[in-house]
């Protein structure tokens, strides 16, 4: 009477028949530790650091440049014969043009690439700039249009700059790139109105 197999004391059916070095070898493959590859990039790190840095700087534009301006507000209320609340009407369209531009600026960025559209921002925000030192106290539309380009081209730069760490960056490098990147933003709000009262008080408001 043939035994049988499933009836042997430690002894798998499925390995009958099949030789020793076989199944080594299959033991040894599956225990061997296995080397994941970096994914390749064209950026070595310092050069990914240096690109963060430089789009954490664009990302100060504009909580700088929204919080830089209040100070100013009873200034204004002065030098352009207007009430406090419609000074407070250039708040109110700064953050909304704040929240929107960006998803017209990152979706043409996506289109176009994010370089161009970066230096199209910062070209919208120094134009409004000086328009806004340049804008004449009897012209308060003037003022009012001029800030909503300011809050369009200082808000995307945050927006783009996001996108750009996911471009140059893999998954795992990203949490140290967002640290440094996410500097700018925090930081704006911290010395905006400090430069914002020292300029008014000192120079004035343009």
Same mark, same amino acid.
């Given at each position: 009477?043939? &035994?049988d197999p499933r009836s042997i004391e430690g002894t798998d059916p499925t390995t009958i028949g099949t030789p020793r070095s076989a199944l080594e070898g299959q033991a040894g493959s599956l225990g061997a530790p296995q080397e994941?590859?970096? !994914?390749?990039? +064209?950026?070595s790190t310092k050069e990914k650091w240096f690109i963060v840095a430089l789009i954490a700087f664009?990302?100060?534009?504009? !909580?700088?440049?929204? &919080?830089?301006?209040? !100070?100013?507000i009873p +200034?204004?209320? +002065?030098?352009?014969n207007k009430s406090t609340e419609l000074i &407070?009407?250039?708040?109110t369209v700064y953050m909304i043009f704040q929240g929107l531009s960006p998803m017209l600026f990152g979706t043409m960025a996506d289109q176009v690439g994010r370089r161009p559209m970066f230096a199209a921002c910062l070209l919208i925000l120094s134009l409004s700039c000086i328009g806004l030192a340049l804008v004449p106290t009897s012209a308060y539309w003037l003022l009012v249009v001029l800030r909503c380009l300011q809050a369009a081209g200082s808000a995307s730069t945050i927006a783009l700059g996001a996108g750009s760490i996911g471009d140059i960056a893999a998954p795992a490098e990203r949490g140290?790139?967002?640290?440094?990147?996410?500097l700018g933003p925090m930081?704006?709000?911290?010395?905006? !109105? +400090?430069?914002?009262?020292?300029?008014s008080n000192g120079l004035g408001w343009r």
């Open positions: 009477m043939q &035994n994941i590859e970096k !994914p390749y990039s +064209v950026y664009a990302g100060l534009f504009s !909580p700088l440049t929204a &919080n830089i301006y209040l !100070p100013a +200034v204004l209320t +002065v030098d352009f &407070n009407i250039t708040v140290g790139f967002y640290g440094l990147y996410n930081f704006g709000p911290c010395i905006g !109105p +400090v430069i914002g009262g020292a300029l």
